[in-house]
Structure formats: C-alpha cells, structure tokens
C-alpha cells in the first residue's frame, strides 16, 4: 500500500477516514492512505473541507474501508 499523496511513492503506515456530508451517509468512509511525512498534511486537507472523521494505523483498517 502506497502513499496517496500526489507523487509520493513511499509506503502508507496511516489510513485516513473520510466522507464528504453532501454526498455521503454518515456511516460511509472512504480511505485515504498516507506515509509518515505527508500524515499532517493529508488530514489537514481534508479537515479544512470538514471530511476528515479519524486516523488510524493502516494495520487497523477494516475489510469494510475498502
């Protein structure tokens, strides 16, 4: 599992919880994948939108986070 951010190629430790309100149900997150280095940024992105939910480490992911 890699990095979502634009050109990272490093290996993801975190996986971060998200849904847009307008157009998901509030049970539903996507996942975005991050490494150490880009973990701040990615979950500041998405907490500025108001999509960020939590951060968990990519080996506590569920089968339903897809």
Not at 16 to 23: F, S, T, V
Not at 32 to 40: G, M
Request: charged share 30%.
């Amino acid at each position: 599992m890699r990095c979502s951010a634009r050109g990272c190629r490093s290996g993801a430790s975190w996986g971060l919880r998200w849904n847009n309100p307008r157009l998901h149900t509030d049970d539903r997150r996507k996942v975005w994948l991050a490494c150490d280095h880009h973990r701040s940024h990615l979950e500041q992105f998405l907490s500025a939108r108001g999509f960020h939910r939590d951060t968990v480490r990519v080996e506590d992911l569920a089968p339903s986070d897809g």
